[in-house]
């Protein structure tokens, strides 16, 4: 929660004034080793499910968190806890992040610039924000990989199957992988509901098997 809402009565008249809520903020170290899955091992890290996210959303551009990580990946990771009272109430931003991926180690710093804006940047000064993220879901699971060959769950005869399909809880956000233009929308009986993104670097992507469209969403708009 980020604001409350104090109403006071004075004599026969109501005031409502909207407060943001003050928290502590604590600088605490975080680190873990994977064993199954990010999520798994910051939960036995003692942390919540957000932070797992948060930590995701950092590498998304280099990182993979279906397909990459591998058992004995590594993190360690300098993140505020917002604390009122002394009671836990969630994270604020993460200061700093290392992740071991693959004996491949990934760097993150959060600098803030003079206009308030933030982002993550490796020890070089290089912003991690790439033409792509590796990924259009933060983390989940696969549940058909790319192949030449494989079962199709509707016709029922083998085909091929040049994607990949990610399993996700339902009304989970997806995201494109990259800034584009939305050039098809629509619904079949292969794909379900789908989007043809095109970006412009040239490259089209594609979004299928999804259970709805954002209400926001217009052809040939961002």
Request: hydrophobic share 35%; net charge positive; aromatic share 12%.
């Amino acid at each position: 929660d980020k604001d409350r809402v104090i109403v006071q009565k004075q004599d026969d008249t109501f005031s409502v004034k909207k407060r943001a809520i003050e928290y502590d903020l604590v600088q605490e170290t975080v680190s873990g080793r994977i064993t199954t899955s990010l999520s798994n091992a910051l939960k036995q890290a003692g942390e919540k499910n957000e932070l797992a996210m948060k930590l995701a959303d950092i590498f998304a551009w280099d990182i993979d968190f279906i397909r990459d990580i591998r058992p004995g990946d590594h993190f360690r990771l300098l993140v505020k806890k917002k604390y009122r009272h002394g009671r836990f109430f969630g994270y604020g931003d993460i200061d700093a992040a290392f992740f071991t991926n693959r004996d491949m180690e990934y760097k993150a710093f959060l600098f803030e610039d003079s206009k308030g804006a933030k982002g993550y940047y490796d020890e070089d000064g290089g912003s991690l924000q790439k033409a792509f993220l590796k990924a259009p879901l933060s983390y989940s699971r696969i549940s058909s990989g790319f192949t030449h060959k494989r079962m199709h769950p509707i016709f029922k005869e083998y085909r091929p199957h040049p994607g990949i399909d990610y399993a996700a809880p339902l009304g989970t956000p997806i995201k494109t992988v990259g800034d584009g233009i939305v050039l098809k929308k629509g619904y079949n009986k292969g794909m379900g509901n789908y989007i043809v993104v095109r970006h412009h670097n040239g490259y089209t992507t594609g979004y299928n098997h999804m259970s709805r469209f954002a209400k926001t969403m217009r052809l040939n708009k961002k």
